[in-house]
Structures are given as C-alpha cells and as structure tokens.
C-alpha cells in the first residue's frame, strides 16, 4: 500500500487534485489495474487530466514540476497528444539512466525508466491507461468521446457496484 492508497478522494475527482497527486507520486504504477482488478487511483487521475481542454499544456506542464514518477505519468499523457514534445522529453530521460519503484498490482520494485519509456513508446501503456477511462462516464467531453453524467455525491470509495462492472469491462 502506498501513500495514494491512504489518501480520502472525493469524486468526482478535481482538475487540481488529479495534477497534484500525479506530480507528487511515489511510485510508478506500471499496469492500469491495481490488486483487486480495479483501475488505479493515479490511471483515474491520468484520465481526469487528458479530458482537459488543455491538456498538452498540463503534461508539459507536470513533466517539468514533477518527480520521477510523475514525468513519466506525463510521458503517458503526451504520448498521443504532443508527439514531439514526448520524443523530446523521452530522450531526455533515458540519458538519465536513472531508476524508478514501480508498482505492478502487488508488488514493487525498481525498473530502468527506458524499460517503462519503452512501454509508454510502444502504445501499449497508454492503450491500458486509456482504457480505464472508457467507464469514467462522468468526465467532461473534451474531445475525447465522454459524456458529462456527474455524479457529484460518490466518494472515491463509495462507488456504486454497477460503476465496479463497468470498470472491470473496460479492462476486459
């Protein structure tokens, strides 16, 4: 369990909160889902941030203010949406050579930011992320083919069974 874990969210979740968590986070998770086959809080929020009208700017913006973790976050989100501008920072990052704790469901460990680059580069990360926001019916259309059902009253841990179904098909 990591420190996301024990945080109390309330949902929906805000522009400002998602950016927050992500720029601060501790590890990267390196699979959409958590242990109980439910999406991570920081993918959630990941998909918060690429429904923003200015996205591109937000993940430039949280690759450069951002940690370790949260630059590759942003590599996620910049991966479809500024091409180059990911290129630019990837490249940047592998000269590092540097490491990260990488959660993987149930457990951790330390990867090579290439290896995680590398997944991000091949689509296949940002395809898992994206995914997860197929249910999150409840964010603004920005584009990016949502409704807007806000559900204003649900907590993060207060989600309704039938929002659980829909997650769990979205990761199918």
Not at 136 to 164: E, F, H, I, V, Y
């Amino acid at each position: 369990m990591d420190q996301v874990d024990k945080i109390e969210v309330t949902f929906p979740y805000s522009r400002e909160l998602a950016f927050n968590i992500i720029l601060n986070a501790c590890e990267f998770r390196d699979h959409a889902m958590g242990p109980e086959s439910t999406p991570s809080l920081q993918v959630e929020l990941l998909n918060v941030l690429w429904h923003q009208p200015d996205r591109v700017q937000v993940f430039k913006n949280l690759y450069r203010r951002g940690n370790i973790a949260g630059k590759l976050y942003a590599l996620v989100g910049l991966y479809d949406t500024d091409s180059r501008q990911f290129a630019r920072f990837a490249r940047s990052l592998k000269k590092t050579e540097a490491m990260v704790v990488a959660n993987s469901g149930c457990y951790f460990r330390l990867v090579s930011l290439s290896d995680i680059i590398a997944k991000i580069e091949n689509g296949s990360l940002t395809a898992a992320f994206r995914k997860v926001g197929a249910y999150m019916t409840w964010l603004p259309d920005a584009g990016q083919g949502s409704s807007a059902n806000n559900r204003l009253k649900q907590t993060a841990r207060g989600r309704s069974a039938a929002d659980a179904r829909l997650r769990a098909r979205a990761v199918a």
